[in-house]
């Protein structure tokens, strides 16, 4: 029996994009699975968030107390990976057990700490910098989720090319346009007006919302009848500038904030907005992008990184570094029903073109090749 197991510590509401990511592989995962192999999955069943496949015949269940941020991973789950017998050991994270000693997986999503040093403090740079890179010796394969990413770590650090492959992600099927009663029932829950344009994300400094408040005041000036722009998603504390300059110039009547939204209740958010706005400096793959077109949205983005990747022709791009081009794009849009309707029907058409399906068939290929290595595998360490 070949055990291929998967890290889902990381299903966890502190890594809501990782978390999903997991999730929906997993998912994925078992149907494609042979008669003689097993997905088992790690998980820290009092910190789950995320919905994992359950025990059966291909799939185990496997609990641990240890986290991803414990020094203890170091000598726990190498004992723990003997004790299974893993064929091979897939870690979602880069802060994981860095002799593993089985071949190993590494899912690869940014290199914001590197690209964009300014944007966190010089103690979390250097501890981002080692732990990738002590990751990057402890992986026999690496995984990016989109060709930016793998081109951004090829830049940074030595790496072969043929270690490295980058396998997109994917809208969940639930992301599909909403009937109007579940647009009504969301306004009304979260008093949400008839139109209004959507920013969904935390609040990080790489996510550029400065630069979306200061275009935002122009699209206030210029489009008489303008919806407000809606700022949903996480909040980190630390960032409180974003609401400082809302009130600074004057802008709360045209810019809310309503927090955090309920993963049931994205499709019906996204699928009420006029249009979608996503101004991020770096993304590893802007899944929110992918999830707006999908629920026939339509989607102007910052031309970075691998958003051009995810909207491919659908999407209205914008440099996000000038927002005067910023607040041209969205005063443009917001004043063309018709290039708005325009883009809806592209995104839709582009959204599909990815699948979690597709990365789970390209994911099972590379355990497979990892698994014919097994016998022979030496730690990279």
């Not at 799939?59 to 641990?64: F, P, R, S, Y």
């Not at 941020?69 to 726990?76: C, D, E, K, V, Y």
Request: with cysteine; charged share 15%.
């Amino acid at each position: 029996m070949k055990r291929y197991v998967l890290d889902a510590r990381t299903a966890t509401a502190h890594f809501p994009g990782i978390g999903r990511y997991v999730s929906q592989l997993a998912r994925h995962l078992v149907p494609l699975l042979a008669a003689d192999e097993q997905l088992v999955l790690l998980h820290r069943p009092q910190e789950d968030s995320w919905p994992l496949p359950e025990a059966s015949n291909n799939v185990a269940v496997v609990a641990t107390t240890v986290s991803p941020f414990s020094l203890a991973q170091q000598w726990q789950l190498p004992r723990l990976l003997r004790q299974l017998d893993a064929t091979i050991y897939h870690s979602a994270y880069y802060l994981m057990p860095y002799r593993p000693g089985v071949p190993t997986l590494l899912t690869l999503y940014d290199l914001i700490p590197e690209q964009f040093p300014q944007l966190v403090s010089f103690r979390a740079q250097l501890f981002a910098r080692l732990a990738t890179r002590l990751s990057l010796r402890a992986a026999s394969r690496l995984l990016a989720i989109s060709e930016a990413t793998k081109q951004a770590f090829l830049a940074a650090h030595y790496i072969s090319y043929t270690k490295i492959a980058a396998f997109p992600l994917a809208a969940d099927d639930r992301f599909k346009p909403q009937t109007e009663a579940i647009i009504a029932t969301l306004r009304q829950k979260r008093s949400l007006p008839d139109r209004y344009v959507l920013y969904l994300g935390i609040n990080k400094p790489h996510k550029n919302l400065l630069r979306l408040v200061d275009a935002w005041a122009e699209v206030v000036q210029a489009v008489a009848d303008a919806p407000p722009l809606i700022i949903a998603g996480a909040w980190d504390a630390r960032y409180g500038e974003v609401k400082t300059a809302v009130s600074q110039q004057k802008l709360t009547e045209h810019i809310k904030f309503i927090g955090a939204v309920e993963d049931v209740d994205l499709p019906a958010l996204y699928s009420g907005a006029t249009l979608f706005v996503f101004p991020s400096l770096v993304e590893g793959f802007g899944l929110p992008v992918l999830e707006a077109m999908a629920c026939g949205t339509a989607v102007a983005c910052a031309n970075t990184s691998s958003l051009p990747e995810v909207g491919g022709e659908a999407v209205a791009y914008f440099d996000p570094t000038n927002t005067q081009q910023i607040a041209q794009t969205l005063q443009t849009l917001l004043q063309d029903e018709a290039a708005l309707t325009v883009l809806a029907q592209k995104g839709q058409e582009q959204a599909a073109k990815f699948s979690w399906e597709k990365t789970a068939v390209a994911t099972l290929t590379q355990y497979r090749h990892l698994a014919q290595t097994a016998q022979t595998f030496q730690n990279p360490l």
